[in-house]
């Protein structure tokens, strides 16, 4: 397979918008919005193609069937040096599905994600969240200070996200909720690309259920409409408290599907199982 270098990244864009489901690491790493890779099979005329972001995230599309990139995938996917400490890999396609369950064998759990599409209208029915702020805490932007702050104290992964936290301010944008300085709870932009901007919350332990990301979750979205952003929401199947929130939001559960999930550390994985083991759309490969 080929890696194409930046100024051919829009030669595999029809394969992207084939897909039913609108995979926004994959558009932000088209768009170059945020760092990543994209492998292709022939540059003249590319048949398939996979989008690699740097912060973990994998999507495959296209012809399954090409012999050349299929060897050379399987030793992309197998090579430790070429992933973070783990990987997330998407495709919508059951042919590929049996092929990368082939390839990695037991190096990956196949788990169910849930999907939503936002509703507008149901959105526009919740009181305005200014109003709703606690006594004591404060809404602020995340400026480059504030992110570089969050992605040291609470997420290093959002390094991995953006190239710098001057990139992320000038093309993301995210809304936190301090508590004498110290953050409580944070919306940020995970991934944006396609017109889409993919929203990541995290809330302090100290200050759960207190309904503060609805907060800050609310002002990122009021954000996107300003910017005519879609935002985009979707979680673990079995993450029920996401659900319930999502939907508060006014997004609307549409589908379900599967991804791959590889880590370095396999006990992470073992774990895992353990943790969802009445689970039975969760299984090792």
Sequence with gaps: MFELTKSDFAIVSHLINETEYEVIFAHAVLDQNQPGRIFTDNIENPTVALFASKGGHYF?????HNDDFNNSLYQFLM?????????????FSSEWSEKISTFLEDHVIKVKR??????PERFSTLPLWKEAIPVGFEM??????LFDQYQN?????????????V??????????????????????????????????????????NKGLATLTSMAFIKKCL???????????????????LASKLGFDKQDEFHIFWWHKNKKVLENYLKRNSELSDINLL
């Design 140 to 145: 602020k932007v995340m400026d480059e200070i």
């Design 60 to 64: 495959l599309v296209g012809n399954p």
């Design 114 to 119: 849930s999907g939503f599409s936002f509703n």
């Design 226 to 244: 300003e910017r005519d952003l879609i935002p985009s929401w979707e979680c673990q199947a079995e993450n029920l408290p996401s659900h319930k």
């Design 167 to 208: 990139d992320y301010v000038k093309k993301g944008f995210g809304y936190c909720l301090l508590y004498e300085g110290r953050f409580a709870s944070v919306c940020n932009c995970y991934y944006i690309g396609g017109g889409y901007a993919a929203l990541d919350i995290m809330t302090a332990k100290e200050f759960q």
């Design 153 to 165: 104290e609470m997420d290093n992964h959002f390094k991995m996200l953006w190239d710098s936290p």
């Design 79 to 91: 090579d430790e040096n070429n992933h973070w400490v783990f990987f997330d890999l998407y495709t």
